[in-house]
């Protein structure tokens, strides 16, 4: 038992939420199923220390466990929901020029790899983001953090990929990590260099890969920019082949390797992510019987990201009830990007995951906490609340966690905590299931 007595300022909770009408921890046993992973608590209470839960269960335990209250700022929760803090796997939050006019045209019947192939698309974000300062790309992404910080997202990867040379994607990187150390996020990092081939590398693909796997990843993992490398594997973009030699130089240089398949036709992307030992295979909206078979096995997580099927007017979208099935690890992202997702909204993705991915309210909430942390290799420390795990939390303007989904694209957040800091506080609390 604790002797609080003995305790120091730093041993003793900064923040304690009480009045927490249903605590959903997302750290409960995944092998009992959807429900026993979420690990629901009535009438809950939770301590942090620092930028740390030292305790999250029923309200009793806090003077069950002797937990000092000392000078603890106080947050009565008002009845309401608390979940772990988002975490979103997927998104390109980096990047300068507006493409609302290309949106016009795909809703007029133009698609997105025409587009692209006609020098538009990623390559119109390339020239904007070339021409943009670093400086000005830090402060566009430092405010796009902001608004995901609005919808309760605590963790978040970001990609590069809009640079396509080296010294471009280090500036997007640099970016990236500017931004991310004035936001209380956490933000994780993915160099993108094979996201599309450049114009001035037409004709000539495997120079351009190689200048990825010579240059850009060992520059990104040296300076300690990146975590992690990605490829587009598209027709038009990179093939396995290609993929095959970036997942080598990842390898040879400590980056996790993420992969974009199986998204706009049907190409044995989630056999290449399972062959090559990838973390995450994103999109998956082609995938084949044979592809979700090779991810269980090869214990690869599928990332959905269902904003994008619906923004590219997709009308099939990733099996996520068939991936569920078969075992396969699944993870929630925005994808948020100016071409196929200009959304921040995690309600609408975790609605949508349920309307047309096939998954429960239930797997939608793991696989937008604990599933995406666990594709950032953030497992314990991300994406739950137990003892020991950073104090990421939102409480919602709702009482029961299917309403996360229900009220589709109600971005419930109401108080959101980063790292043990109150980020936002908008009363008053009070639920709007109503
Ligand atoms: O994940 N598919 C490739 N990359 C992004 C789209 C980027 C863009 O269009 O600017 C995606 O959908």
Do not use: W
């Amino acid at each position: 038992m604790n002797d609080a007595s003995t305790k120091n300022d730093l041993e003793r909770p900064s923040l304690v939420i009480d009045n927490i009408g249903q605590l959903v921890t997302c750290a409960g046993d995944r092998a009992g199923g959807p429900e026993s992973a979420l690990a629901i608590v009535d009438d809950a209470a939770i301590a942090i220390v620092g930028d740390r839960i030292e305790y999250a269960g029923p309200a009793a335990g806090l003077a069950e466990n002797d937990i000092d209250l000392g000078n603890a700022r106080q947050l009565d929760a008002g009845g309401l929901l608390v979940t772990p803090g988002f975490v979103d796997s997927h998104t390109h939050v980096v990047f300068a020029g507006d493409r609302s006019a290309e949106f016009a045209h795909r809703c007029a019947g133009a698609s997105y790899l025409e587009i692209l192939q006609a020098g538009g698309g990623i390559l119109a974000t390339v020239r904007a983001t070339r021409a943009a300062s670093e400086e000005s790309l830090a402060e566009l992404c430092a405010d796009r953090l902001e608004r995901f910080a609005d919808q309760g997202v605590t963790t978040i990867e970001v990609k590069s990929g809009y640079g396509l040379t080296l010294a471009d994607e280090l500036k997007m990187l640099r970016a990236i990590r500017q931004a991310a150390d004035s936001s209380p996020l956490r933000v994780e990092t993915t160099l993108l260099g094979a996201h599309a081939l450049p114009e001035e590398y037409q004709g000539r693909r495997e120079h351009y890969v190689s200048l990825v796997c010579e240059d850009m990843i060992p520059e990104a993992a040296e300076s300690g920019l990146a975590r992690f490398t990605d490829v587009f594997v598209e027709e038009g973009a990179f093939t396995a082949r290609d993929a095959s030699r970036i997942a080598k130089a990842a390898s040879d240089n400590g980056l996790g390797l993420r992969l974009h398949v199986d998204q706009l036709t049907a190409g044995g992307g989630a056999e290449l992510a399972a062959d090559l030992g990838a973390l995450s295979a994103d999109h998956l909206e082609e995938i084949s019987p044979e592809g979700i078979r090779s991810l269980a096995r090869a214990g690869v997580c599928a990332g959905l990201l269902p904003t994008s099927t619906l923004f590219l007017r997709l009308t099939k979208y990733a099996p996520g009830r068939e991936l569920a099935d078969a075992g396969v690890a699944i993870a929630l992202g925005t994808n948020f990007n100016p071409g196929s997702a200009m959304s921040e909204n995690h309600s609408l993705t975790l609605g949508l995951a349920c309307l047309r991915n096939g998954l429960t309210p239930a797997e939608a909430l793991l696989a937008s906490t604990v599933g995406a942390a666990g594709s950032l290799r953030l497992e314990g420390e991300a994406g739950c609340l137990e003892p020991g795990s950073r104090a990421d939390l939102v409480v919602h303007r709702a009482t029961d966690y299917r309403h996360l989904a229900f009220h589709l694209g109600m971005p419930h957040a109401a108080v959101v905590v980063a790292g043990g800091r109150i980020l936002r506080e908008s009363g008053p609390l009070t639920s709007c299931q109503g």
